[in-house]
């Protein structure tokens, strides 16, 4: 299965917008993209998901771009509980191949 | 309702013995999946559930492995002869879907740490 990469970790300030990128290269044309924030011995926590061009709610933005190779979270105005992993996984349940691939991670650390 | 519950949280057992770890999905999910994550790394994917019927199992990863949701509503993952290299914490997710191949947006449990001495 094609890997799903982030960047490994990301420091920002409290206050300040944090964009973490996700690329999948090989994207089906049936999967969706979904982000999770995950704290230590704790289980992922839906951030947002997507399947085009731009959403966003409460708490976050999600870019994805035409060929949707890629896809961008934006957190504005993080603050300090906003540090932890953030996993984007891709894939789609229920077409023609059940897939569900996990991200890399990307670890956040946000300062005061 | 408060979201997915896995029992037992950790499960500490000695090489060769079976477990098994229980999932209770969010009340009227019609899916529900299993997932194995090993330090630093994201989930990974081991099979899932659209009520009772296991639609997908070819990610377990051995014959040691095998799941159940025999009412459609709790579910069991169970792993025979236990190895070291299966010490990971596994998660359980839910999900509502409606028909098709829609999307669905999963809800993790606090998941199950398991050490296998």
């Known amino acids: 299965l094609a890997k799903i990469t982030q960047p490994i970790s990301m420091d920002s300030y409290e206050g300040q917008e944090v964009n973490i990128t996700c690329s999948h290269n090989?994207?089906?044309?049936?999967?969706?993209i979904t982000w999770y924030q995950q704290f230590p011995s704790q289980g992922p926590r839906f951030i947002i998901q997507?399947?085009?061009t731009k959403v966003t709610n409460e708490v976050a933005s999600l870019f994805i771009p035409a060929d949707r190779k890629s896809s961008t979270l934006s957190l504005p105005r993080v603050s300090l509980s906003d540090t932890a992993v953030y996993y984007c996984?891709?894939?789609?349940?229920?077409?023609?191949?059940?897939?569900?691939?996990f991200g890399t991670g990307t670890r956040l650390q946000v300062f005061p | 309702d408060t979201g997915v519950s896995q029992n037992p949280r950790h499960k500490i057992t000695k090489r060769g013995q079976n477990v098994t770890f229980r999932c209770d999905p969010i009340?009227?999910?019609?899916?529900l999946y299993w997932y194995r994550q090993t330090l630093g790394q994201g989930p990974e994917f081991l099979t899932y559930?659209?009520?009772?019927?296991?639609?997908?199992k070819s990610r377990l990863l051995s014959d040691r492995f095998s799941a159940e949701r025999p009412k459609g509503s709790f579910s069991t993952l169970e792993i025979q002869r236990t190895e070291q290299g299966d010490s990971a914490m596994y998660l359980c997710?839910?999900?509502?879907?409606?028909?098709?191949?829609?999307?669905?947006?999963?809800?993790f449990g606090p998941g199950t740490r398991l050490t296998v001495l």
């Open positions: 996984l891709v894939g789609d349940i229920g077409s023609t191949t059940d897939k569900l691939i």
């Open positions: 997507g399947y085009k």
């Open positions: 559930f659209q009520n009772e019927a296991q639609l997908e």
């Open positions: 997710a839910s999900s509502l879907v409606g028909g098709g191949g829609s999307t669905d947006t999963q809800y």
């Open positions: 009340s009227e999910h019609n899916r």
């Open positions: 090989n994207i089906a044309t049936n999967d969706y």
